[in-house]
T-cell receptor, first 111, second 111 residues
């Protein structure tokens, strides 16, 4: 499978714990995006990388959130001191140009 | 910022009937209009897209029409099948290509 992959697919954690998600984009794609999707809503943009540079961050991305793409390939999204309101599906997408291809998502549940 | 309104929010059709979903937008600079299908527990999957230099694009049972003057674009599914049941999202790119999504349409195809 040469599509976008995400790991883990599901994560249950207790409030206050840190979690880290990984995204592996389609191999030749230089652009990588993170989105968050809550139940019944469309995905909302969080942040965007072009190669290793983080070019844009949404106001949704609080100080507890950090994303990296150290070598311009895979990316990680870390949430520190998780809160119940962080429970959502975290989606990664990649692109070469305007067409974005999404991964299967990581569903986070904060208890 | 970009505002995308999607209607209807739910749509129930009989197998074999057609389904139409419409999105309206406000940013006249938009020139790329994708549609995504999301099945339960999965990431959004691109099903068709259109660029502003054409008014209609068709791919088998799926078509998208674009009216730039009126600032709306629509997804048309003909001869619906039960496997078409899913949530459909329109989206618009902003600077940097991050997508703004519509609110989604839950399509139910009754056999």
């Amino acid at each position: 499978d040469t599509g976008v992959s995400q790991d883990p697919r599901h994560k249950i954690t207790k409030r206050g714990q840190n979690v880290t998600f990984r995204c592996d984009p389609i191999s030749e794609h230089n652009r990588l995006y993170w989105y968050r999707q809550t139940l019944g809503q469309g995905p909302e943009f969080l942040t965007y990388f072009q190669n290793e540079a983080q070019l844009e961050k949404s106001r949704l991305l609080s100080d507890r959130f950090s994303a990296e793409r150290p070598k311009g390939s895979f990316s990680t999204l870390e949430i520190q001191r998780t809160e119940q309101g962080d429970s959502a599906m975290y989606l990664c997408a990649s692109s070469l140009a305007e067409t974005q291809y999404f991964g299967p998502g990581t569903r986070l549940l904060v208890l | 910022g970009e505002n995308v309104e999607q209607h209807p929010s739910t749509l129930s059709v009989q197998e074999g009937d057609s389904a139409v979903i419409k999105c309206t937008y406000s940013d006249s600079a938009s020139n790329y209009f994708p549609w995504y299908k999301q099945e339960l527990g999965k990431g959004p999957q691109l099903i068709i897209d259109i660029r502003s230099n054409v008014g209609e694009k068709k791919d088998q049972r799926i078509a998208v029409t674009l009216n730039k003057t009126a600032k709306h674009f629509s997804l048309h599914i003909t001869e619906t099948q039960p496997e078409d049941s899913a949530v459909y999202f329109c989206a618009l790119p902003k600077a940097g290509n991050m997508l703004t999504f519509g609110g989604g349409t839950r399509l139910m195809v009754k056999p």
